[in-house]
C-alpha cells in the first residue's frame, strides 16, 4: 500500500507547471546521499483515490500537476493513481519520479505526463547540474517522450539541445 508523509505546492519540480508535489514513504531505493532519508521508512497516511480527492478539493484551483515524488515499492499503485487522476481530473497532468534507472515494465509510461528516472548519485548532481544521471522526460502529443532536462540548467547558460532528445 502506498503512503505519503506530506504535500507541498511547487514551482521547480516541473517546468511550465504549478506542481502539487506528493512525497511517498518505504523508499526502496536508498540513494546515498538522499535529501529525503525520512522517506525509506514506512509512515505517513494512505495515499489512494480518496487521499486524491482530498488533495484535488484542496488545492485543485492552484495547480495544474499532481507528481508523485517515489512510490518505487508499489510502482503499479502509483500508475493506477495516474489513471485515476486522468479519468477523473482531466486538466491535471501527472508526474512520477522515480529513483530506478528505467520505468518498470508494469508501468504503462502512457499514463503519465512527465517521468522522472534515475537514482540520486551525489558526484553526478541532481537534475539541475549538467553532470547529473537523472532524466526528466514530457509526453508528447504522439505519445514520445522528449529528455527536458536541460530545463533545470538555464541558469547555467546551457540552452536546448539542436536536437531534441528523446527516449524512455
Known amino acids: 500500500m502506498l503512503k505519503y508523509v506530506n504535500t507541498g505546492i511547487v514551482f521547480q519540480e516541473i517546468p511550465d507547471e504549478v506542481t502539487l508535489a506528493v512525497n511517498i514513504s518505504g523508499c526502496p531505493c536508498r540513494c546515498p546521499g538522499c535529501h ?8 505517513g497516511l ?11 478539493g484542496k488545492f485543485g484551483a492552484d495547480i495544474t500537476c499532481i507528481a508523485f515524488m517515489g512510490g518505487d515499492g508499489d510502482p503499479k499503485g502509483v500508475n493506477l493513481l495516474a489513471q485515476y487522476i486522468h479519468e477523473v481530473y482531466p486538466l491535471l497532468k501527472v508526474a512520477w519520479y522515480t529513483g530506478r534507472i528505467r520505468v518498470p515494465a508494469i508501468v504503462n509510461k502512457a499514463d503519465f505526463d512527465y517521468l522522472k528516472v534515475g537514482p540520486y548519485i551525489r558526484h553526478l548532481g541532481p537534475l539541475n547540474q549538467p553532470t547529473t544521471n ?23 547558460g546551457l540552452q536546448e539541445p539542436a536536437t531534441p532528445r528523446h527516449g524512455l
Not at 46 to 56: K, R
Request: hydrophobic share 35%; glycine share 4%; aromatic share 20%.
Open 46 to 56: 494512505p495515499l489512494g483515490t480518496e487521499a486524491i480527492d482530498d488533495f484535488v
Open 134 to 156: 537523472q532524466r526528466l522526460y514530457r509526453r508528447r502529443d504522439d505519445g514520445l517522450f522528449d529528455d527536458i532536462t536541460y530545463r533545470f540548467w538555464r541558469e547555467s
Open 36 to 43: 529525503s532519508r525520512y522517506l525509506w521508512d514506512d509512515i
